[in-house]
């Protein structure tokens, strides 16, 4: 295709006259726009307002995360009244044998890198 063609094309396209539309078809037309138009929304209703246990229940996550949390909460301190022999196991690896400790500083913290010699 050449841009003579083109130019042929457009010419011939502005010497017929433009089709005109029956007023009956623009009714439809328009009346099929008007139906797909957004509406505004309905306002909702105000939620009801829950107690302080349901506003906490619901911000840890709900009744799944609240029973995650109290198995985990009763098996610590259940480890932690036990002492099962595992841990003792753990504690004499560390050295300490045969005498109760309370906390094992298994990480350094800044202080330590302060001490000289």
Same mark, same amino acid.
């Given at each position: 295709?050449?841009?003579?063609?083109?130019?042929?094309?457009?010419?011939?396209?502005?010497?017929?006259?433009?089709?005109?539309?029956?007023?009956? =078809?623009? &009714?439809?037309?328009? @009346?099929? %726009?008007? !139906?797909?138009?957004?509406? #505004?929304?309905?306002?909702?209703a105000?939620?009801?307002?829950?107690?302080?246990?349901?506003?906490? =229940?619901s &911000?840890?996550?709900? @009744?799944? %995360?609240? !029973?995650?949390l109290?198995? #985990?909460?009763?098996?610590?301190?259940?480890?932690?009244?036990?002492?099962?022999?595992?841990?003792?196991?753990?504690?004499?690896a560390?050295?300490?044998?045969?005498?109760?400790?309370?906390?094992?500083?298994?990480?350094?913290?800044?202080?330590?890198?302060?001490?000289?010699?």
């Amino acid at each position: 295709m050449q841009d003579s063609d083109l130019d042929d094309l457009f010419a011939t396209a502005r010497r017929e006259p433009a089709a005109v539309v029956s007023v009956g =078809l623009m &009714a439809r037309v328009m @009346a099929d %726009a008007e !139906a797909h138009q957004p509406r #505004a929304a309905k306002p909702l209703a105000a939620a009801p307002r829950g107690g302080f246990w349901r506003g906490a =229940l619901s &911000a840890i996550g709900g @009744a799944g %995360a609240l !029973a995650g949390l109290s198995t #985990a909460t009763l098996a610590g301190v259940w480890i932690g009244f036990a002492q099962p022999s595992a841990v003792i196991a753990v504690t004499e690896a560390f050295g300490v044998e045969g005498s109760l400790i309370e906390t094992v500083d298994v990480l350094p913290t800044f202080d330590d890198f302060l001490t000289e010699g």
